[in-house]
């Protein structure tokens, strides 16, 4: 079987400076890893990729100080622990990120919600009780109905005028649908603060590209597939696009009821989803929109997942379990995209 190949349609036809050369770093945050290749132009400063290592690295510590579940420190974990009617001030990063998650949760009626983070907790996805540690058992329906009527009463609200947060009580964030590819943004506009518009930048397996490399070639990836399928995966060409994927084969433990408790969780209901769908990967001009919308699409599933990307023109696929083995189905966005 032929490999699919995606590519937008509009191509930048400016190659990197004559005697550019690749270079890539690397390093570690948020529990996994990051990279970056970029081409160096000749006029560049000597020692600027030493340089760019500690911004790139400053980006994602920045990312973590505000947004992260798992420090206690972070403006994220002091949120949770305000007290109740307590305002917070928001700084620009943290800002963006909530204001487009809160967007996204209105849009899809709540099938998103980035203050989720009680039900998180509550199936072992947190940071604490793990679902991967002795003694962990997946909570009866009693106390999902508990966290379900406390969240029903702890709606977080977004002072847009004033750039700050109400924590109404009890509200707890969780913003790892979406703050990892923030990061991944974050990292690609720095290298274009310095210059280097031809790159490819990577955190956890969510990717951002812009220009082309030295030969004039796009930054070819491989679409993420779904762990022992053996059907060849398409790659698409990383050119002012970004592409995340989210899995239920990444995080989870079973049975639940006879299924397999995926980490993505319906907001709605209080449970994990219930449809078999495997994966949904998504394409966006950003990062932080394709991180989220491919759990959104995940909890909305491949009907009204599918039909959510149709009315937004959402470059998405969708791979779902079935019993002859994984059904793909895709938007016309995405089939757009196929060479």
């Not at 420190?73 to 622990?81: C, E, G, T």
């Not at 406390?150 to 005028?161: K, S, Y």
């Not at 649908?177 to 280097?196: E, P």
């Amino acid at each position: 079987m032929e490999r699919a190949v995606l590519i937008p349609a509009a191509i930048d036809p400016v190659l990197p400076p004559s005697g550019s050369r690749p270079h890539t770093l690397a390093g570690t945050s948020m529990g996994t890893g990051w990279s970056a290749r970029f081409m160096v132009p000749p006029s560049a400063p000597p020692g600027l990729e030493g340089g760019l290592r500690r911004l790139l690295q400053a980006e994602l510590d920045l990312v973590v100080a505000q947004m992260s579940h798992w420090e206690p420190d972070s403006l994220l974990s002091r949120f949770n622990a305000a007290p109740a009617g307590s305002w917070i001030d928001l700084p620009d990063a943290f800002y963006d990120v909530i204001d487009y998650a809160l967007r996204v949760r209105d849009d899809t009626h709540g099938a998103y919600d980035p203050a989720a983070g009680a039900l998180v907790n509550l199936w072992g996805f947190g940071p604490v009780r793990r679902y991967d540690q002795a003694g962990f058992y997946a909570p009866a329906a009693d106390a999902v109905a508990a966290v379900m009527a406390q969240r029903g009463a702890a709606r977080v609200e977004l002072d847009r005028e004033r750039r700050r947060l109400l924590q109404p009580g009890g509200a707890l964030l969780d913003l790892s649908s979406v703050a990892k590819g923030y990061a991944v943004d974050r990292l690609t506009l720095c290298l274009d603060r310095h210059g280097l518009r031809h790159h490819v930048v990577e955190a956890g397996g969510e990717l951002r590209g812009a220009g082309v490399k030295e030969d004039g070639q796009p930054w070819w990836v491989e679409v993420e597939g779904v762990p022992d399928a053996d059907t060849p995966q398409a790659v698409v060409a990383l050119h002012g696009l970004a592409i995340a994927t989210s899995g239920d084969y990444r995080r989870y433990f079973e049975p639940v009821q006879g299924r397999r408790a995926s980490h993505t969780l319906d907001p709605r209901t209080g449970w994990p989803i219930a449809h078999d769908t495997a994966s949904v990967t998504v394409l966006a001009p950003t990062c932080m929109a394709a991180d989220a919308l491919s759990t959104a699409l995940t909890v909305l599933g491949p009907e009204d997942g599918l039909a959510f990307a149709e009315e937004r023109a959402i470059a998405a696929r969708f791979l779902v379990r079935r019993s002859a083995g994984l059904v793909e189905s895709s938007s016309s966005a995405w089939r757009q995209l196929l060479e």
